[in-house]
């Protein structure tokens, strides 16, 4: 699978420079210059997308600095003809947020200046006020590294003699080509070059880091190391599970549902036998293999996309136990290290058909009770583990070639019979195996020293990844066998026991699979997930948007929830509402007095994420107009909204709009109050969006006559138009994952 697009890391000394040829841009007509942007920091100076500066300051000297600025994170333009100071802006304050792309794009249209930022057209300037010729370019940083800031820079793009924008747009969906006139293109690839055809001479300074994980056009998904690719202008379906297998006693499978539900025991297929190893490859299926029964065993046992072991392969290579397997290269597996006796630090690669190669040479500490997982996108690492004398903490990246590094000193505890999983989309996590311990693995293999876990310390367990970015330790050993499994959540967080089913067992393998096959767009090869056609909200008319799931809005702490939607309407948390991190995170209100200020928005559409508590009064307030709430968006005594709709209430005159999980036109309950559909109630995580005349909201909650909400809010969304009822829907769709509906 190639990963279509590449961003690199810069700022501060480091930075991009491309030589002084006036051929690359001739600003005396029509010319685009844009790329994408992403601050990680502002620091003190902000960041600079790019910089022209002739570095004399003359009369005849030309500049411009596009700058993401600290402090109150402005983001302006300015340049000038001559002198120190510019002569003109054509941004400024502008809101923008660190982690966040936006596309920029700076062009000349006839006798204009113009300035677009994820296609939304800002002030112009007349082209008189500039006319650069031979001016450095510098990508990433100031000329003089003036400012300090960090940030991605992907996909950077010149076109000399063409105005590409003239009118609003909708910002590019895939990585940017080069198309007529470009004469420059570059952090779009591995290396930084230019990849126009003209091979400009491009130069760097200071470090700078190429990234193919923090990139504006995908997301990756990872199923227990096999990698998944969902680009976000492609319809995409399909189911990610995973599957425990084999393990001492017994010969059962136990599949893995997309919420971490295990189901009953199938009954086992081909060779009993434990302390063997499993991977995914192929993009969506897995293969169980070697281990030890009556005899040391390298046979395999591949797994189809929707679940079903098959028999025996004769097995390839050297037949040993305790050994380990993970993902990497997006679609081929490995395994490696393990004992029949002797102990070793051999290999055997897994094709994406499934088909197992012999013996490659081993690298590092020969060892067994290993676990290993596939991390950042496409590698894979194996760790810990015991060499015959003692139990180590070593590590050893697996390159996306399959090449086995040499040990890694180790972090943590050393131990073995423990397991390890991919979460969060690229990371890694090793767990149990000594106590309840982890040790989470960062994107670039770098693995953290202890944390404490939850639930049961056990050896001997398996793990996987599940649904897109989560992952399970299941089954293991403390003085009996167990069959308890305890879910992760796509930030590492363990979770306590939940109760086990099927066999206890342990020295098992486990691995994740997909429900759905590989599609061929354009000649790459793009992986069917469980994820939504489109990827975002609706950003048009969004006033307010509060999100505790994202670390840009709420970081956990503190009393500010930063609105998201660049209006600066950023809410604070009044008598103490807490934080809860699970299912991403939510606000959690007590029911007596708390509540969430902001300034005064008109909205006439609310969407909201969120889960009630037992005990919510009459006509609580997930979001409030007035101190008396008359206006909200208001529950009745059941926990669910009129089916009237109350003169007083949101969505009156607008009943059959509101959705509620997916679902509009719902019918009464007899009670006075809306049904909610498949069974569910407002007490479990739901989704309201209704619409309604414009009102001026100001809280979440309101403190009047003891009508307080009660229970977690997780997102809140208001725009000021009646948004449409597939865009509900498409609201609710690009978030159930994170909530398993």
Known sequence: MILPTNSVLTGGSNKI????????????????????????????????????????????????????????????????????????????SITVSTNTWYHVAFLRYGSTFYIYINGVQYNTAPTATWAPTYTPLVIGAYYDGY????????????????????????????????????????????????????NYSITTSGTLNVSSVV????????????????????????????????GYPGNVTNLVSNTGVVANDTVGVGTWRAELAAASYGTDKAIFGYGAGVNYYSLTNLVSNTGVVANDTAGVGTARQSLAAAA????????????????????????????????????????????????????????????GTVDVSMTNLVSNTGVVATDTAGVGTARGALGAACYGVDKAIFGYGSGTII?????????????????????????????????????????????????????????????????ARYLLAAAGYSTSAPVIINTMQVKKVFADPVTSIVTSGLVLYLDAGNASSYSGT?????????????????????????????????????????????????????RMDTGIPQNAALVATSATGDGSLRTNPVGTFRDSGDSNDFHNGYVSSLMINGVSNLSSNGAGGLTIPDGRTLFQDFYVGAIGYARNISTISHIFDGRAYKGRVYAVYLYNRQLTNAELLQNYNVTKARFGL
């Open 17 to 92: 420079q491309v030589a002084n040829n006036s051929a690359y841009c001739n600003f005396a007509g029509d010319f685009t210059i844009e790329g994408w942007v992403y601050v990680t920091d502002f620091k003190t100076r902000g960041f600079t997308f790019f910089n022209y500066w002739d570095g004399n300051g003359s009369a005849s000297g030309a500049r411009c600095a596009f700058n993401f600025n600290s402090g109150t994170n402005n983001l302006n333009f300015n340049g000038g003809q001559g002198g120190v100071n510019p002569t003109w802006t054509l941004i400024n």
């Open 147 to 198: 400012t300090d800031g960090t940030g991605y820079v992907s996909n950077f793009r010149v076109v000399n003699g063409t105005a590409v924008y003239t009118s609003a747009f909708t910002p590019p969906t895939a990585p940017l080509t080069a198309i007529a006139n470009t004469s420059l293109l570059t952090c779009n690839s591995a290396t930084i070059v230019d990849n126009s055809g003209n």
């Open 215 to 246: 990139v504006p056009f995908t997301a990756r998904n990872i199923s227990s190391g096999v990698r998944f690719l969902n680009r976000s202008n492609v319809p995409l379906t399909g189911t990610q599970k995973a599957i425990f297998g084999y």
């Open 328 to 387: 990497y290269g997006n679609d081929k597996a490995i395994f490696g290290y393990g004992h029949d006796g002797a102990y070793y630090s051999i290999t055997n690669k897994v094709s994406n058909t499934g088909v197992v190669s012999t013996n490659t040479t081993g690298i590092g500490t020969t060892r067994r009770y290993i676990a290993a997982s596939g991390y950042g996108i496409d590698k894979a690492i194996f760790g810990y583990g015991n060499n």
């Open 439 to 503: 040790n989470l693995v960062s994107n670039t293999g770098v693995v953290a020293t202890d944390t404490a876990g939850a639930g049961t310390g056990r050896g001997g367990v398996a793990a996987a990844s599940y649904n897109i970015d989560k992952a399970i330790f299941g089954y293991g050993y403390t003085t009996t066998f167990v069959s308890m499994t305890n879910l992760v959540s796509n930030t590492g967080v363990v979770a306590t026991d939940t109760t086990g089913v099927g066999t």
């Open 558 to 610: 503190g009393t500010t929830w930063t609105d998201l939607s660049g209006n600066g309407n950023n809410g604070t948390l009044i008598n103490g509402p807490t934080f809860n991190s699970a299912n991403g995170g939510s606000i959690v209100f007590d029911g007596s007095n708390d509540y969430i200020q902001f300034s005064t928005v008109s909205a006439q559409t609310v969407c909201f994420w969120g």
